[in-house]
Structures are given as structure tokens and as C-alpha cells.
């Protein structure tokens, strides 16, 4: 199956910086790659996705990259604000055994220092 | 309240209770799904329905038993639990089980003691 490995697991940057959450995964076959927001005491919330037909992403001030041949993908935040502060999911998942669900990384805690 | 919603939204049991979680969306979704979120796994794939078919056991332990008996209601039957299942169980939805944003409910909180 599937295996997603992110880093770091704790980010620490100064508000107005960017900040940089990379992902890896294990299935070449993997097409979609989705990116979770989870504030704290609240639920995950999609907040950008990527398919394998394209190299980027970007919507204000988030980008998501994506290398095929290396199977990484990564989230840029850009400018970021103290209500960037959050834990941070990458995800992947093959469409086409869509059935089989996402399989997430471990988080990324993101804290934005004032 | 729209979208996914949880009950309870806090449990307390012991390693002899029997209980049940529920989830109930109400966005005309077709898949529904169970997540664990603990410290160690933070976002762990339990079940995954698909128009009332399960189609996904992560390799789950049988004292948890998942129902869907329509595409809007989705429990989670729970019997002679470990501590160590204590956790934050997610329920998810969305518009058929694969490509689409799967939108969360706010999960119940087990505590097993």
C-alpha cells in the first residue's frame, strides 16, 4: 500500500516569512495529492489539491509543487499570518482505487511567531 | 448544523461497554469514512463506504464494527475497547470515494478507562 512520510513535524516561522512543508510518497501510481488544514480543537479542511497532470498549484498565498520522478510534493505558504497557525496534512491516494481512501503523513505543526 | 455532524462529541466507556458512534452528513454525499487520530498516527484510515458498500478495512481490529446502513448515516460500533484505543474518531464524507474533497465532521472524543 501506499506510504506517506512529511517533514518536519514542527515549523516554527516569523510572521511575513514563508514557510515550506515537504511530503514524499511510496506508489508511483499515486495521482492525487491533497492538502488538509486542521486549526486547533477544529476538523481537517481541504485547503489546496494537486493532480498528477500538473507540476503546480497555487492559490494566493498557497502553492503545492509536485516532482513525479522523485514522488515528492510539497506546500508553500507564502507571507504568512498568525492564522496560518495550524497542523498541516499531506495526503495521496491513487483515483483510480479511489475506493481505498487517502493515506495521510503524519502532520506538521506549524506556529507562526509574532 | 450542516455538512457532517458527530454524536456523541465525548465518550467515556469502559473495556466492557458496548457503544456506538454515529455520524450523519447531510451534503448528498455517496462515501463515508472512520478516521483515528491519535498522537502516534495522527489521520489513520479505519473503514471507507462507497453508496452503502464497504470497500475498505485498514486492517482494523473486530471489537470495532462499522455500519452504513444508507448513504447519510455511518456508525461505528465499539465492544470491549483497549486503552489504547482511546482517540479522536473522525467521520468523513464526500461526493463518491475517491477524488473528491472529503469534507470532516468534528469527531467524538473516546476516552477507554
Known amino acids: 500500500g501506499e506510504n506517506v512520510e512529511q517533514h518536519p513535524s514542527t515549523l516554527s516561522v516569523q510572521e511575513g516569512d514563508s514557510a515550506v512543508i515537504k511530503c514524499t510518497y511510496s506508489d508511483s501510481a499515486s495521482n492525487y495529492f491533497p492538502w488538509y488544514k486542521q486549526e486547533l480543537g477544529k476538523r481537517p479542511q481541504l485547503i489546496i489539491d494537486i493532480r498528477s497532470n500538473v507540476g503546480e498549484k497555487k492559490d494566493q498565498r498557497i502553492a503545492v509543487t509536485l516532482n513525479k520522478t522523485a514522488k515528492h510534493f510539497s506546500l508553500h505558504i507564502t507571507e504568512t499570518q498568525p492564522e496560518d497557525s495550524a497542523v498541516y496534512f499531506c495526503a495521496a491516494m491513487d483515483e483510480r482505487r479511489g475506493a481505498d481512501g487517502l493515506t495521510f503523513g503524519k502532520g506538521t505543526h506549524l506556529i507562526i511567531q509574532p | ?113
Open chain 2, 1 to 113: 448544523e450542516t455538512g457532517v455532524t458527530q454524536t456523541p462529541r465525548h465518550l467515556v466507556m469502559g473495556m466492557t461497554n458496548k457503544k456506538s458512534l454515529k455520524c450523519e452528513q447531510h451534503l448528498g454525499h455517496n462515501a463515508m469514512y472512520w478516521y483515528k487520530q491519535s498522537a502516534k498516527k495522527p489521520l489513520e484510515l479505519m473503514f471507507v463506504y462507497n453508496f452503502k458498500e464497504q470497500t475498505e478495512n485498514n486492517s482494523v481490529p473486530s471489537r470495532f464494527s462499522p455500519e452504513c446502513p444508507n448513504s447519510s448515516h455511518l456508525f461505528l460500533h465499539l465492544h470491549t475497547l483497549q486503552p489504547e484505543d482511546s482517540a479522536l474518531y473522525l467521520c468523513a464524507s464526500s461526493q463518491a470515494a475517491g477524488r473528491n474533497e472529503q469534507y470532516f465532521g468534528p469527531g467524538t472524543r473516546l476516552t477507554v478507562t
